[in-house]
């Protein structure tokens, strides 16, 4: 009877820690702290760290447009056709480029698609990578560090309201940023 009752027990614990795990994976964008691994180990801390490579220089999208986007191989190409220093993943990226193949990146930050947010708009009006990305150019491997919720981006919107009124209300109104 006992040993029924913790098997029962233990069955609905588990159903419900198993909806609570598939209910927080449906929640696209919220994934505080993910850091997949990738397909060639890029490191943010070699390139953007200690070569004080500029975001801009690989990421030139957020300046103009709505994604940042990630650079072609043939960009890396244009430091790795010259450096001779060689390594497993810098033989995957020569034989890509080879091959003219893509590399296939992981994305670490998903925002629903029922979500417009643009990075010009951002950049333009000053708000530095790091304020949402955190310290990339510490990082071996990205990790999504902003909790990326509606919370989130609305309290930010509101302190800039509040320090400056002058500010046209960019930012409360749904329709700015959904569809
Ligand atoms: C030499 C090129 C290069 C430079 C410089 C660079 N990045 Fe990247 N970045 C990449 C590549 C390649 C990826 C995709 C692989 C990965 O996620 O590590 C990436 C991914 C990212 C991502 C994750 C994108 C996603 O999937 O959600 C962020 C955020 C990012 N970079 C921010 C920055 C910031 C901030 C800087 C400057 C401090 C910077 N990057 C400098 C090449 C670069
Ligand atoms: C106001 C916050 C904010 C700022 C500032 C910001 N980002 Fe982002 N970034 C985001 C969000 C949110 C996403 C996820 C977008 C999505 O999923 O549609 C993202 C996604 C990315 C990606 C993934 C590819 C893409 O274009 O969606 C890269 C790379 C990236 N950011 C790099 C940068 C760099 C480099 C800078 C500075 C030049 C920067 N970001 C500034 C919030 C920001
Ligand atoms: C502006 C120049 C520049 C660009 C662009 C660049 N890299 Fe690098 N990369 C370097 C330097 C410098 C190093 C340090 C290695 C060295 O001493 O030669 C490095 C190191 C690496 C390493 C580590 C090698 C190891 O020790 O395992 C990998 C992997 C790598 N880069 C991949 C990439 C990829 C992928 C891209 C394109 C998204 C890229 N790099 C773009 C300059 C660059
Ligand atoms: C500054 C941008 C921004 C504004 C303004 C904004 N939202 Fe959102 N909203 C988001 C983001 C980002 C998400 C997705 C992340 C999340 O679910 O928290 C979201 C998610 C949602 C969701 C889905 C919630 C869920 O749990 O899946 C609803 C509903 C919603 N917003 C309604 C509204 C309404 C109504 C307004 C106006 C009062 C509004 N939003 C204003 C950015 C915004
Ligand atoms: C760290 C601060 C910060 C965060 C976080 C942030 N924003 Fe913004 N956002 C700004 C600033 C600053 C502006 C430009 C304000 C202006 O032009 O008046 C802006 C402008 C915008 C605009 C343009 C509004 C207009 O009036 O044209 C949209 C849309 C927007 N943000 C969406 C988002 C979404 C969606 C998120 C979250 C995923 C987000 N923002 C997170 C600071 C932020």
Not at 10 to 27: F, K, P, Q
Not at 86 to 113: C, F, M, Y
Request: aromatic share 8%.
């Amino acid at each position: 009877m006992l040993r029924r009752f913790v098997f029962l027990a233990t069955a609905i614990v588990c159903l419900i820690s198993a909806g609570l795990v598939a209910y927080e994976m449906s929640r696209v964008g919220v994934h505080q702290g993910y850091a997949p691994e990738q397909p060639i180990a890029f490191s943010h801390k070699l390139h953007a760290g200690d070569s004080r490579i500029q975001c801009l220089y690989c990421h030139f999208g957020a300046r103009t447009s709505r994604h940042a986007g990630i650079p072609p191989v043939n960009v890396c190409m244009n430091c790795h056709g010259m450096l001779t220093k060689q390594s497993v993943d810098i033989e995957k990226l020569k034989e890509l480029v080879e091959r003219r193949q893509p590399a296939q990146w992981i994305k670490v930050h998903n925002l629903p698609d029922f979500v417009y947010f643009n990075h010009s708009q951002h950049v333009i009006s000053g708000v530095a990578c790091q304020t949402c990305h955190g310290p990339v150019e510490t990082m071996a491997r990205v990790r999504q560090q902003a909790p990326l919720t509606m919370g989130w981006c609305i309290q930010c919107h509101r302190s800039r309201q509040v320090s400056d009124p002058h500010t046209p209300a960019a930012n409360l109104d749904c329709g700015k940023c959904h569809y």
